[in-house]
């Protein structure tokens, strides 16, 4: 099984910049797909970005320009920068690994609040 810890969250003006971090640890080596997720109060969880072993990526249309997803292989970690915060980001973000043999790994969530 894989084991997924995020951080990076916290309370950021409009207009500004986080960057969440999401270690991986266990069978590692089984993930073949890693991505962040994220849940806004009162609605359902939404992809925001995927990214593959091989560094294939893909964006939600709302963040596509503003937020980058990124892996170091290295440091069993994914990273998503986020630029230009927006009010409408504000949402709990998970981290997501898909894994062979159809397992899917979460990891606890972080809060990423965009307000003045």
């Known amino acids: 099984q894989v084991q997924l810890v995020e951080s990076g969250g916290g309370l950021v003006q409009p207009g500004g910049s986080l960057r969440l971090s999401c270690v991986a640890s266990g069978s590692i080596n089984d993930i073949y797909l890693m991505g962040w997720y994220r849940q806004a109060p009162e609605k359902e969880r939404e992809l925001v970005a995927t990214v593959t072993r091989g560094g294939n990526t893909n964006y939600a249309a709302s963040v596509k320009g503003r937020f980058t997803i990124s892996l170091d292989n290295a440091k069993n970690t994914m990273y998503l920068q986020m630029n230009s915060l927006k009010p409408q980001d504000t949402a709990v973000y998970y981290c997501?690994?898909?894994?062979?043999?159809?397992?899917?790994?979460w990891g606890q969530g972080t809060q990423v609040t965009v307000s003045s």
């Open positions: 997501n690994g898909q894994q062979v043999g159809a397992r899917v790994s």
